[in-house]
């Protein structure tokens, strides 16, 4: 693991889709952008959330290719599918439950974040944390991380952010669920 | 401090966007050996924006080596074809100055030294701003210059000379927002004009703090508000007058601050009395618990910001909806001291810089008067002309156009703009550059506007020069040179520089050599002016990550807060509290025009999308324009998501796609106006202009609505 870690406050969101320009700006990612931003209530509001790969720590995405093409960085990173061993079948495409892995029929390629693994592995943030106008995307030290979660557990009895428990698989992306300003203690 | 990243074979030069008035640092990718501008980095160790950037942002350098660009004069003989992008012949730059010259000779000698225009803008540097003003003025001779700021600061200008005796859009600097305690934001889309300060509201409301949003549709930023006051669209005097009443009402006001530091606090208590919330509720359309609650925690709030943005001063009264608005601070005392104040969210890139050097029809350098015959005085000592040489003032941009059609003004150089997609009522201002006698037009690429042209003269973009830009908090900042200009492109200063000459005015003009050069002699035109730029030096600019203005003096630091000593720029040092008189918007709702018609922003692009619409990710997320309605009203007319409706008004009309939101109040329609050709939502908007800034009223018109299949 790298010092640092992509965290995610969502209710920061304001649909800017600056985290998709920046993505076709990293080295590797070939002009094409490899996360998303949805709209939360079409039609209603204009609330939005960037949809990430989390990098999970026991990828569904991996687990169900049949030629290891995908493959965990050291630092926890599950790259993007190697060129010399994806054999096209799109299985992952399907397998992740965020829907993350997408397929380039052009180079009968899956592509998909790496956390701009030419940067991270150096522990320079990647493309979309660093432009992101709105910190919904941080890019934070574990002692940072450890104090937004202090932050962010609510002490109503019945509301918990950041909770310690991950929704879905243990990932090495972390959330901080939309409502961390609910109950919060203003300052007047 | 976060490094960066750095291939091989490439070099970062750090410089800023090129978009709007957050001027966002950024560092180009430059390849070395072909020198070519390849990419974007971050800035992280840029104070402001702190690598932060819009998806403008991160794409602003595909514009250097678009294909769309410019790369020779290009000349128009066949003048039936103006108005569109035919009939154009690729010139050198000795036969177009040729044409040029001839031309604005023969009309001033037939017609009056007047017949020539010049309409500028303030998406360029302050050394491009400044020598336009100096062109306009010794080299054309003409009383005519304006800019496009007319359409973007100009009631924001007016409203603070008008309350403080000058005018920096902003009292403090940006790092203050997320400290303070309350943000009162009127007018302003924050999250999609100026989305990398939103870092620092959001910061700010997990402090606790409050934010309270003024705005007809509940945008991103209103989405986290605390009150969201979705008032009817130009009633914002109303709300301005009513949170006085409340303040007053409420004893949130400090008595000691306004008997020491202000004037007109008793006829503006007097005045608002009758702005009870009931009364303004029915005015604007907002429950009172809003008003009330609004009111309450600005009053209570230790520190507090009061900021606002085109949605306020786009209208026939902006420089009263500014004034109303500042009134709020300086009844409290929340400015003049750390973490509180008063701004404007500028605009254009250099709309701060650009407006105060002489490309206003009444304004020298220096933020200086053409009326005033010292301030002439001090200017043509720096320029070597005598005063009985200075032209007089002239009129605002959109009443140029006006004169053109009148035939006052024959001949038009039109730089850094594109009015054909960005002025009010397009019908008119189209017909008018159409039968224009000559028209001259810069820019790096084939705008609406170049298509009235008959010399089209390539532009470089900022990436291929160098120069300062005051950014929306007056902080002077650099632009760095990336790339040497594209194929024949030239700086305009460049440009400008070589017709003077041509116009046997050399002397005024051939000592300018370099950006520099012009940026030392804009530095002495503004000593002593109340917008001082003589001690910032390109040097300290650097050292200092920018340098705010005033800045008088080669050892002065420069002034990143106004109004520290409580001392205001009026001759007795106090603010004036004004009264202004509410009127609603000019064209209001009636039986046959029913929807109120707005028009503003989004995210994915600037001004009239001359840049960003070349921008293929820019387009992929919005390509065309739309009009945003409540279901309700959509219901109402047999329309949804996707149908397309007719927008008609007095003016003009335009078909446009229904995007449904319940974002927004169910009497108003939104439409960005950032397209052109019949897409231009300005075909439809009203020119009745304020009587202070000559701001069209872009904000607020009567429309009507029917279904298109």
Not at chain 1, 39 to 53: E, G, I, K, S
Not at chain 1, 153 to 165: E, P, Q, R, Y
Not at chain 2, 120 to 132: A, D, I, P, Q, R
Not at chain 2, 141 to 153: E, H, S, V
Request: charged share 25%; glycine share 8%.
């Amino acid at each position: 693991m790298t010092k640092s870690v992509l965290y995610l406050e969502l209710d920061n969101c304001i649909g800017c889709r600056s985290c998709l320009a920046a993505c076709t700006q990293c080295g590797g990612h070939d002009e094409k952008y490899r996360n998303y931003v949805v709209d939360v209530n079409p039609l209603v509001d204009t609330q939005t959330m960037p949809l990430m790969c989390l990098h999970c720590v026991n990828p569904a995405c991996a687990r169900s290719c049949p030629a290891q093409a995908i493959q965990i960085h050291e630092t926890g990173a599950v790259l993007s599918a190697r060129v010399e061993k994806c054999i096209g079948c799109q299985n992952c495409t399907i397998a992740c439950p965020y829907g993350i892995p997408k397929f380039d029929v052009e180079q009968n390629l899956m592509y998909k974040c790496d956390l701009c693994i030419e940067r991270t592995q150096h522990d320079i943030p990647p493309m979309c944390a660093s432009v992101c106008p709105t910190n919904t995307l941080q890019w934070l030290t574990k002692e940072q991380l450890a104090m937004k979660k202090e932050q962010n557990v609510l002490d109503n009895g019945k509301w918990i952010a950041s909770s310690d428990h991950y929704l879905e698989n243990e990932t090495n992306v972390h959330i901080s669920l939309p409502g961390i300003l609910q109950k919060k203690q203003k300052l007047f | 401090m976060t490094q960066n990243i750095k291939q091989a074979g490439e070099q970062l030069i750090p410089t800023h966007c090129s978009y709007c008035g957050m001027q966002c640092g950024m560092n180009l990718r430059v390849d070395v050996k072909q020198n070519k501008i390849i990419g974007v980095e971050p800035r992280y160790d840029w104070p402001v924006t702190l690598g932060k950037m819009c998806p403008k942002g991160v794409t602003a350098y595909q514009q250097t080596n678009h294909e769309d660009r410019l790369l020779t004069p290009l000349i128009r003989d066949d003048a039936s074809l103006k108005g569109t992008k035919k009939g154009f012949r690729k010139a050198t730059w000795e036969e177009a100055y040729d044409l040029i010259v001839k031309n604005f000779q023969t009309l001033q000698q037939q017609y009056g030294k007047d017949t020539l225009s010049v309409f500028s803008g303030v998406s360029m540097t302050n050394e491009k701003c400044y020598l336009t003003g100096k062109f306009a003025r010794v080299a054309l001779q003409t009383k005519y210059i304006d800019y496009n700021g007319r359409f973007c600061m100009s009631s924001a200008a007016g409203g603070m000379l008008g309350s403080f005796g000058v005018d920096r859009g902003s009292t403090f600097p940006w790092t203050d927002i997320n400290e303070t305690d309350c943000v009162f934001l009127a007018g302003s889309n924050a999250a999609e004009c100026h989305p990398t300060m939103m870092f620092r509201i959001w910061e700010m409301l997990e402090r606790g703090g409050y934010l309270i949003v003024v705005d007809p549709r509940k945008t991103p930023v209103a989405r986290r508000a605390d009150v969201h006051l979705d008032l009817k669209p130009g009633t914002d005097l109303a709300i301005a007058n009513c949170m006085l009443h409340l303040l007053i009402r409420n004893g949130h006001i400090d008595e000691a601050f306004i008997e020491k530091h202000t004037n007109g606090f008793a006829d503006a208590a007097a005045y608002v009395q009758a702005f009870t919330p009931e009364h303004t509720s029915n005015v604007t359309g907002v429950a009172v618990e809003k008003l009330e609650r609004a009111a309450e925690i600005y009053g209570k709030a230790p520190n507090a910001l009061v900021m606002f943005a085109r949605g306020i001063e786009q209208q026939h009264k902006g420089v009263d909806n500014v004034q109303g608005y500042i009134n709020m601070a300086l009844v409290t005392g929340k400015i003049g001291r750390k973490k509180s104040g008063v701004a404007t969210l500028t605009g254009q890139g250099n709309g701060q810089g650009g407006r105060e050097h002489g490309q206003k029809s009444d304004l020298l350098p220096g933020y200086r008067k053409i009326t005033n015959p010292q301030h002439v005085k001090e200017v043509c000592e720096v320029w070597g002309i005598t005063p009985e040489e200075m032209p007089d003032a002239g009129v605002s941009a959109y009443e140029m156009f006006e004169l053109m059609e009148k035939k006052e003004i024959r001949s038009m150089y039109l730089l850094c703009s594109n009015p054909a997609v960005s002025a009010p009522n397009l019908n008119m201002v189209r017909n008018a550059m159409k039968n224009l006698d000559f028209m001259v037009c810069c820019d790096f690429y084939l705008s609406e506007s170049a298509e009235f042209a008959d010399v089209v003269l390539p532009a470089v973009t900022w990436s291929e020069d160098e120069g300062t830009v005051t950014n929306l908090e007056g902080r002077i900042i650099k632009i760095n040179r990336a790339q040497r200009p594209l194929g024949d492109s030239k700086p305009d200063w460049k440009i400008q520089v070589e017709i003077a000459e041509r116009l046997g005015k050399g002397k005024y003009f051939s000592h300018l050599k370099t950006a520099e050069d012009v940026f030392n002699e804009f530095r002495l035109a503004t000593k002593g002016g109340t917008a001082d730029y003589y001690g910032a030096t390109w040097e300290k600019i650097e050292s200092q990550k920018g340098v705010f203005w005033p800045c008088k003096s080669e050892h002065d630091k420069g002034t990143p807060y106004l109004f520290l000593d409580k001392t205001f720029y009026h001759p007795d040092g106090k603010a004036v509290i004004h009264s202004p008189v509410y009127r609603p918007p000019a064209e209001e709702p009636c039986e046959q025009y029913p929807i109120i018609l707005t028009t503003g922003r989004v995210v994915f692009h600037y001004l009239s999308g001359n840049q960003t619409r070349r921008i293929p990710f820019l387009q992929e997320m919005c390509s065309e324009p739309f009009a945003e309605m409540h279901p309700m009203m959509a219901k109402q007319y047999g329309v949804w998501e996707g149908n397309k409706v007719k927008l008609t008004t007095r003016r003009g009309e335009g078909v446009f796609k229904v995007k449904v939101t319940e974002a927004i109040r169910k009497d108003t329609v939104f439409v960005p106006y950032h397209f052109g050709d019949e897409q231009s939502v300005n075909l439809l908007t009203i020119a009745t202009l304020d009587p202070k800034s000559r701001m069209p009223e872009f904000k607020a018109c009567a429309a009507k609505m029917e279904g298109w299949t």
